[in-house]
């Protein structure tokens, strides 16, 4: 294959790669046009959905602390419980509230956020990320008296209190994380060892605990989100991110 032919392949991959990103993006806000896709995947993602016996709704953009979150929580817990997470739509959150069941929704700020669904996802622009972010959120604003919203900051420092929260709203009554420095280094190998029996290789700018590979990447697209033409997007997500935590009562307390 010629020069010019593997670099048109390449374009051609990459405007399809990008093209898959913005359908899935846009389908992720609906549940009946996307639950459904999503159940009907060979893979495991049809378990996380949720359904009238779903214990506990727990959902965020990618890179938000979801992973972290629902290990810790399940480490946390006497019992078996139905966890819908991991599909990072807000389809996910509507049809929660709508069943009735508890939903907490992760929530980091925007700019972070893009940056790492950016090294997660290679190929897509920081425009695509910053959209996403915005289609993800944009919903919750309505739904937020039927949701509990924690920060990544939140979940990160004292899942313990956020658990807490959870249970105040919905009269829940789910075991409380102790967020000590034992716990938070057994909740990252249980996810170390859960993407080593997945993965034939561990990729740094895939798995789901600190990464100091993977905040040099981060640092090195930061100047993306600096783009003048990126400004009104970058904007519209800052005050959507300052909509969904204004008023929240920080971990330790109580409200939504």
């Known amino acids: 294959m010629s020069a010019v032919a593997t670099e048109v392949r390449g374009t051609l991959d990459l405007a399809a790669v990008r093209a898959r990103y913005s359908v ?19 893979s495991a993602e049809g378990e996380k959905i949720v359904d009238a016996r779903t214990d506990l709704v727990i959902e965020g953009f990618p890179r938000s602390g979801n992973t972290f979150t629902v290990v810790a929580f399940e480490m946390a817990q006497t019992r078996s419980l139905r966890i819908a997470h991991h599909l990072h739509a807000a389809a996910q959150i509507v049809r929660g509230v709508r069943l009735g069941r508890p939903v907490l929704v992760l929530l980091r700020d925007p700019g972070d956020a893009a940056l790492s669904h950016l090294v997660r996802q290679p190929g897509i622009t920081a425009r695509q990320a910053l959209h996403n972010w915005i289609r993800f959120y944009r919903p919750v604003e309505s739904l ?19 658990i807490g929260r959870v249970n105040d709203r919905f009269g829940t009554s789910f075991a409380r994380f102790d967020h000590t420095p034992e716990n938070v280094r057994r909740t990252f190998e249980r996810i170390e060892t859960k993407n080593r029996s997945t993965y034939a290789r561990i990729e740094e700018s895939k798995i789901a605990r600190p ?12 100047a993306l989100l600096e783009e003048p033409s990126l400004r009104p997007l970058v904007d519209t997500a800052r005050e959507l991110h300052r909509s969904l935590t204004a008023g929240r009562t920080r971990v330790g307390g109580g409200g939504a």
């Open 211 to 222: 990464s100091s590979d993977r905040d040099a990447t981060k640092a090195s697209l930061r």
């Open 144 to 162: 937020r008296e039927g949701v509990c919203i924690a920060t990544f900051e939140d979940v990160t420092t004292d899942l313990g209190a956020v």
């Open 24 to 42: 899935r993006a846009v389908l992720s806000r609906y549940p009946a046009l996307y639950l459904p896709m999503v159940a009907h995947k060979p």
